[in-house]
């Protein structure tokens, strides 16, 4: 094993997650970490008293934007601009460490994965996290992950890069959704690597409306396809919508009826159904743009 670096920035993203923040700055700075961490915010505005927890920890850097101005690109590449330090930590604000070992658990993978593109931490959901997010957190991220037989996947929530090869690699700011996607199918393909460290837990779930999954899947698949990652663009309902949301269901079913939550079914379905109505449609916008 490599030696991990003993400083690094830590750059965290907020927006009215006082409800989770405590917790979270707590977490970072009771890690088992010999080194130094440089802290640096970037809230888009909260109104929920999210600032007066975050100045307890006294920041490097607190910078606070006018609401509704946020770009993820923007601002991912402010947070490397403003880190001092060649290791750049992500993490949202709502995104709390598991445990002690999270921030050297991430920093042990980076610096072992040689060409690093990023390293980024295995997460778990909440314990109020409905059935059907559940189950896709376990796709991603568990222990037999569907992702990793994905053609490429990656999350900025909780993650590690050099700021060296961010250099060479900025991140877009004209995508809205799915920037990180982008940035590290492109760092990939310029050779560096991508890599889980599935020992690096952080918790961190949300539970959306039907309506809330249309929107962001469609946010997403608009930004994949501009960034010219979706082949096929001639999307039909029964075969891209029905057929798949159906498909979905089904494993939903194996995962619900594992894990008791069956009763939460005709729920998974509508939000399943509308993931792959919003993607369908993303897809179709995008690739006209």
Request: aromatic residues 12%.
């Amino acid at each position: 094993m490599n030696q991990i670096p003993d400083s690094i920035s830590l750059v965290m993203r907020s927006y009215n997650e006082a409800w989770a923040i405590a917790d979270t700055l707590k977490a970072i700075f009771a890690q088992d970490y010999a080194g130094s961490i440089e802290l640096i915010v970037l809230d888009s505005g909260s109104t929920d008293g999210s600032h007066e927890i975050i100045r307890q920890y006294q920041p490097q850097e607190f910078i606070i934007a006018e609401p509704g101005t946020y770009v993820p690109g923007k601002v991912l590449n402010q947070g490397f601009r403003l880190a001092s330090h060649e290791w750049v930590v992500f993490l949202n604000s709502d995104a709390t460490p598991a445990n002690d070992q999270w921030l050297k658990e991430l920093l042990q993978a980076a610096v072992d994965t040689p060409k690093l593109g990023a390293a980024f931490s295995r997460q778990i959901p909440r314990k109020d996290c409905e059935a059907v997010f559940a189950h896709d957190y376990d796709r991603c991220f568990g222990p037999a992950r569907e992702s990793d037989q994905w053609d490429h996947f990656f999350s900025m929530v909780s993650c590690v890069a050099q700021k060296s090869v961010w250099e060479q690699y900025p991140i877009r700011e004209d995508l809205q959704y799915a920037e990180d996607d982008e940035w590290t199918r492109r760092m990939k393909a310029a050779g560096y690597a991508t890599v889980l460290a599935s020992e690096s837990i952080a918790i961190h779930s949300h539970n959306y409306t039907p309506e809330q999954s249309y929107k962001r899947a469609k946010g997403d698949a608009i930004a994949v396809a501009q960034a010219g990652n979706i082949p096929d663009v001639n999307r039909r309902w029964h075969r891209d919508v029905l057929l798949p949301a159906i498909k979905d269901t089904l494993k939903d079913f194996k995962y619900f009826r594992a894990h008791g939550t069956l009763s939460e079914l005709p729920h998974a379905f509508r939000v399943r159904y509308q993931q792959r109505l919003g993607r369908m449609h993303g897809y179709n916008q995008g690739c006209r743009k």
